[in-house]
């Protein structure tokens, strides 16, 4: 080809490229677009091929995709160079000159060079390969050769051994995403549900010879009419979706990325509304027909492989006049039974549960359940037989997690409770949930389900200690059910979904003290993580606030594990062992406040000391050897830290209550997952900033700090810090952070300048792409405290790296002193707490100053300026 030719190929294609392209914005026809992409692509190759010819005898052919004649508008161009031999130098030349050309062009092919037993072996090895060939179409060369490899390809297909390699990659894969339709970011082409699911369906189909489209599959007794018409349409719905991202990040994308969501909803011509944004209401409409997809995907693949490998029927035995077993699945007698009797419904799902030796439902069972859902209407959920048999599902001592996402898929669940249904593919952009508020739910209800299994018992083992106990403890996956049910409406979701599970309780029967305690469970079920995180657990009041909230023993048990099970049920990075020690803190030390045990801070301060001094003669440390350092604590260190605390930091700091130089000693924490820092030195400005830089630059993420300061003028710092990701050796961590932290006391307490520490990221983003499209916007609330002896700020903001060091640096700006801070952390977004004292909170006019500059460091606009 000359060098004139090749860009006036390339223009001829780039025009007719962007000619289908402004079809589609007119027709909106998916079918029409990829066609026709395709064709242009098909035409331009033929006229290359003239110019740089092909081996003497080979053939160009389309394979996957493109070789089934769907070309996206960013997809490679999937070829095969088929050869008749081996290729000589001269048949290696003429196919770089090809290749060379085809990058020319603009093409990006994805091309490889086989022969007829080439393919066959690479076929034989992976089915990947396999499937891409035998959606080959000739495009150029030799029309006999590809007869010969199609004849090939053909002879060596086993249909049976074909579904049972693509049903394991088709299983594989989901795994790999999780076995879900419902991520927030869900890939339309490879996550269950999306158009992969549809092609392997087809593939099968194929193979076995039922037929190449899904009005052939449904002639051939696979598919009812009105099944292939919904799966056609669901087709064409990814495809569309497909195009949309290829357009709108203009490049190969198949991810629905939150950076896309906007954009693709405003395409769609989807609206906002009072409560809910335009990108949630278009991603709840892709999860509907993921659904769909996954639920018509398992019928189809039960029904090829019972034809593929056909069983006799006698294996099947009754389960009662309804139901039978049949090859280990649950199978209905009568093809019309849920018609006549929709009672049926529910029950399927509780003989599933009651004979744990079924392995599934059938092909047929699930088939009849889909299309009979509509038969529960109000007439049906007000029947007392239903209602018993949903409380029975719940009741079962096995199988409810794995009923109730049957049910949810399946529709019978949205359908059952239609205030579920509204929270199905809802999403949440709050920075700390991974899944959609419905998989949340059923994460939750998981997570109480491990409770009360023995295997996991090491897991959770005061959670599985107290379900044992509690009665009724199916009444917490009624709570979880109900306890985000209004997400998404606006207005307080934990109080419009008490007054939800109030008339769920009311017309299911339950007891008045069951049905208080699923009200009271769903309008709290937040309270006791934010008293957990956000309060001071040694302040008395703060205790016996919270047990007054709870009530009794049963109440606080109930509360307790539904809000373990929440938070481990929102996201893989929320959970960790320092928020499950506090929980299980509050919780014993509610316990107790219940039982009359804890009464005033004076009590507590005499059995803390009581306590400490204990520890420290287990230690060997006689009682007048720590008497020099407990005389210059006041009563507020006692009450602020837990004895175990005080006798370690006595253990190391009695014979030197008022050392010459900087004291920093570091343990693992009780659970193992972060360290404990002691820090004791003479007080000096700037203090918790130098501090939290030295952590922040080390990537030590603060969970907990207590501040106080002396009657002699010393500052004795108690911290909890976790480590970073992949970072398990907490003795050499521990050992590192003495000696570093140590040293750069030290060089502060000289008066020499103290360089920022190395590895520090202020103002460098490390933030995820959602916290970047969803940020929080900052709050800060500053109270005074109930006995209006010190202030309480509260912040709200997106995290990021430096963010505590930036609050530091504004409180020794204001000269503010802090005496405690409760870190939390929640994917990536924080709430944090800081108990304050100083003048400049007092006076009005500095009061607004101190917040206004709080805004700013929470934001982060000086940093961003600095990075600028």
């Not at 009419?225 to 949309?244: N, Y």
């Not at 630059?697 to 603060?702: D, E, F």
Request: hydrophobic share 40%; aromatic share 8%.
């Amino acid at each position: 080809m000359t060098a004139t030719d090749l860009p006036a190929l390339r223009e001829r294609l780039r025009d007719s490229r962007q000619a289908a392209i402004a079809s589609f914005r007119e027709h909106e026809r998916p079918d029409t677009l990829l066609q026709e992409l395709r064709r242009v692509t098909d035409h331009t190759l033929r006229e290359l091929v003239k110019q740089c010819p092909l081996p003497a005898g080979a053939t160009l052919a389309a394979v996957g995709g493109y070789g089934r004649g769907e070309l996206y508008p960013y997809s490679d161009v999937d070829l095969l160079i088929l050869l008749p031999h081996a290729p000589s130098a001269s048949d290696e030349s003429a196919i770089g000159q090809l290749v060379a050309a085809l990058w020319d062009l603009g093409m990006e092919p994805g091309h490889s060079v086989r022969t007829i037993e080439d393919c066959e072996r690479e076929a034989q090895a992976d089915i990947t390969v396999e499937t891409a060939l035998l959606e080959s179409r000739w495009l150029a060369g030799s029309r006999t050769l590809m007869k010969q490899f199609e004849a090939a390809m053909h002879v060596r297909l086993d249909p049976a051994a074909f579904f049972r390699a693509k049903r394991m990659e088709m299983q594989q894969r989901h795994a790999r995403y999780q076995d879900t339709p419902y991520a927030l970011e869900p890939n339309c082409k490879e996550s269950p549900g999306g158009l992969r699911d549809l092609q392997v369906i087809l593939w099968m189909a194929r193979a076995a010879g039922f037929g190449e489209s899904w009005r052939e599959v449904a002639s051939a007794g696979l598919l009812t009419a009105s099944e292939a018409r919904d799966l056609r349409k669901a087709e064409q719905a990814f495809k569309r979706l497909r195009i949309e991202l290829h357009l709108l990040a203009k490049r190969r994308e198949d991810r629905v990325l939150f950076d896309l969501q906007p954009a693709l909803a405003e395409v769609y011509g989807i609206k906002a509304t009072a409560t809910r944004r335009a990108s949630e209401l278009m991603m709840q409409r892709y999860y509907w027909a993921a659904r769909l997809v996954t639920q018509l995907n398992s019928i189809l693949v039960q029904n090829i492989e019972e034809r593929l490998f056909p069983r006799p029927a006698e294996d099947a035995h009754a389960i009662d006049e309804d139901f039978r077993s049949l090859h280990d699945r649950l199978d209905i007698i009568r093809d019309d039974a849920f018609e006549r009797n929709p009672t049926l419904l529910l029950r399927a799902f509780l003989t599933m549960q009651q004979h744990q030796e079924l392995k599934g439902m059938s092909a047929r069972t699930l088939r009849a359940i889909w299309h009979a859902r509509d038969r529960i209407d109000a007439q049906f959920r007000r029947n007392p037989v239903n209602r018993k048999l949903f409380l029975q599902i719940l009741q079962q001592p096995a199988g409810i997690v794995h009923e109730l996402r049957r049910m949810t898929m399946l529709n019978i669940l949205p359908r059952y409770l239609p205030v579920f249904r509204r929270i199905v593919g809802q999403m949440q952009h709050d920075l700390f949930h991974v899944y959609t508020v419905d998989q949340h739910t059923l994460q939750v209800i998981r997570n109480l389900r491990r409770f009360t299994m023995p295997e996991h018992a090491q897991e959770y083992p005061l959670a599985s200690q107290l379900i044992s106990e509690l009665d009724n403890h199916w009444l917490l996956y009624v709570a979880a059910l109900f306890h985000d049910i209004a997400k998404g409406r606006g207005g307080d979701h934990s109080e419009l979904g008490a007054r939800e599970v109030r008339r769920f309780a009311q017309d299911h029967g339950l007891a008045p003290a069951d049905a208080e305690l699923v009200e009271f469970l769903v309008r709290q079920h937040l309270l006791m993580s934010t008293v957990a995180q956000k309060r001071d657990l040694s302040d008395p009041d703060v205790i016996q606030g919270f047990a007054a909230a709870v009530k009794d023993e049963r109440h606080l048990t109930a509360l307790y594990l539904l809000t373990v099970a929440d938070i481990r049920g929102t996201s893989p990075k929320v959970w960790n062992a320092w928020k499950g020690k506090l929980l299980e803190d509050l919780y014993r030390l509610t316990l107790r406040a219940l039982g009359g045990g804890q009464a005033d801070a004076h009590t507590v301060l005499n059995d803390r000391k009581s306590e400490a001094a204990r520890l420290t003669r287990l230690a060997g440390l006689r009682d007048d050897a720590r008497e020099a350092f407990w005389k210059q604590l006041d009563v507020a260190y006692f009450l602020r830290h837990d004895a175990s605390d005080i006798a370690w930091h006595t253990r190391h700091l009695y014979h030197r209550p008022a050392p010459g130089e900087a004291v920093v000693k570091a343990r693992p924490t009780e659970h193992g997952e972060g360290l404990q820092v002691m820090v004791y030195t003479r007080d000096m400005p700037e203090l918790f900033m130098m501090i939290c830089g030295f952590f922040d630059a080390k990537s030590l993420s603060i969970q907990d700090a207590r501040i106080h300061t002396t009657r002699h003028g010393y500052a004795l710092d108690s911290f909890i810090v976790l480590l970073p990701d992949g970072q398990q050796d907490l003795r050499a961590q521990a050992t590192l952070v003495e000696h570093e932290l140590k040293q750069r006391l030290h060089e502060a307490s000289t008066g020499a300048p103290v360089p920022a520490p190395q590895g520090a990221i202020y103002g460098r983003s490390r933030q995820s792409r959602m916290s970047r499209l969803f940020p929080v916007p900052p709050q800060v609330e500053l109270q005074p405290d109930e006995r209006s002896k010190s202030w309480r700020l509260q912040v709200t903001a997106t995290d990021r790296p430096g963010l505590l060091h930036a609050l530091a640096r504004v409180f020794a700006h204001h000269a503010v002193n802090l005496q405690m801070a409760k870190v939390m952390t929640l994917g990536d977004r924080v709430e944090d707490v800081f108990i304050l004292e100083g003048p400049a909170l007092e006076r009005p006019r500095t009061q607004m100053q101190f917040e206004r500059d709080m805004l700013e460091a929470l934001s982060g606009e000086k940093a961003q300026k600095a990075a600028a």
